[in-house]
C-alpha cells in the first residue's frame, strides 16, 4: 500500500518571496502524483499531476512540481507567491491499479504582507 | 458545466443517530468517491463507486455505507453516530475512475455530532 508524507505542517511565507512544499511517497508499483489546494470552506481544487512523461510539470498559476523517481518525491514550488496563496496543500498518490488517492497530512501555507 | 454538489451542506446530529449524505457528481462522471476530512487523521478515503457498483472500500467500520444510482448521483449513510464521527465528508467525481484521472471535488458536507 501506499503513502505519502509532507514534510512541512506549516510553512509561513512573505508576499513575492519564493515557497517549496515537500512531498515524499512510497509505493512498490507505478503511481501517479498529484497537488490539490484547499482554500478555507471549500473543497479540493487539482493544482497539477504527473502521469508519465517530463518530470517537471506545471500550473497555470505559477506553481510547479518536480517528480524524482529515486528520491520518491514531488516537491511543490512557486517562485514568488501572493496573498491569495495562503491555503493549505495536500499531496496526493494513486497506484495504476487502484480507485483512490492517498493523501498525505497537508501543509498550510500562510502569506503574509 | 456544473460541479459537484453535495447537500445538505452543514448538518447537526446527536450520538446514535443516522445521517445520510449526497453527492451529484458532474454531468457524465460515472465514478463518485467519498473521503472524510478530519484534523486528527487527514484525508481518509471511504468508498469508491462506479456504474452502482462499489468497486473499491477504505477502512472504515460497517456503520459507514454508501450506494449510487444509475444517473450516478451517490449517497453516503452513517448509522448509529459517534462524536469521532464529526468531520467534513467530501465527495469527488471523474469519467470512470481511472488512477490517471483527475478527481473533481464538492464542496463538502460539514457533519457535527453532539
Known amino acids: 500500500a501506499q503513502s505519502v508524507t509532507q514534510l512541512d505542517s506549516q510553512v509561513p511565507v512573505f508576499e513575492e518571496a519564493p515557497v517549496e512544499l515537500r512531498c515524499n511517497y512510497s509505493s512498490s508499483v507505478s503511481v501517479y502524483l498529484f497537488w490539490y489546494v484547499q482554500y478555507p470552506n471549500q473543497g479540493l481544487q487539482l493544482l497539477l499531476k504527473?502521469?508519465?512523461?517530463?518530470?517537471l510539470v506545471e500550473s497555470i498559476n505559477g506553481f510547479e512540481a518536480e517528480f524524482n523517481k529515486s528520491q520518491t518525491s514531488f516537491h511543490l514550488r512557486k517562485p514568488s507567491v501572493h496573498i491569495s496563496d495562503t491555503a493549505e496543500y495536500f499531496c496526493a498518490v494513486s497506484e495504476s491499479h487502484d480507485y483512490k488517492l492517498s493523501f498525505g497530512a497537508g501543509t498550510t501555507v500562510t502569506v503574509r504582507a | 458545466k456544473a460541479g459537484v454538489t453535495q447537500t445538505p451542506r452543514y448538518l447537526i446530529k446527536t450520538r446514535g443517530q443516522q445521517v445520510t449524505l449526497s453527492c451529484s457528481p458532474i454531468?457524465?462522471?460515472?465514478?463518485v468517491s467519498w473521503y472524510q476530512q478530519t484534523p486528527g487523521q487527514g484525508l481518509q478515503f471511504l468508498f469508491e463507486y462506479f456504474s452502482e457498483t462499489q468497486r473499491n472500500k477504505g477502512n472504515f467500520p460497517g456503520r459507514f455505507s454508501g450506494r449510487q444510482f444509475s444517473n450516478s448521483r451517490s449517497e453516503m449513510n452513517v448509522s448509529t453516530l459517534e462524536l469521532g464521527d464529526s468531520a467534513l465528508y467530501l465527495c469527488?467525481?471523474?469519467?470512470?475512475?481511472?488512477?490517471?484521472?483527475?478527481?473533481?471535488f464538492g464542496p463538502g458536507t460539514r457533519l457535527l455530532v453532539l
Open positions: 454531468s457524465g462522471h460515472r465514478s
Open positions: 469527488a467525481s471523474s469519467p470512470t475512475g481511472t488512477s490517471r484521472e483527475t478527481q473533481y
Open positions: 504527473y502521469l508519465s512523461g517530463s518530470t
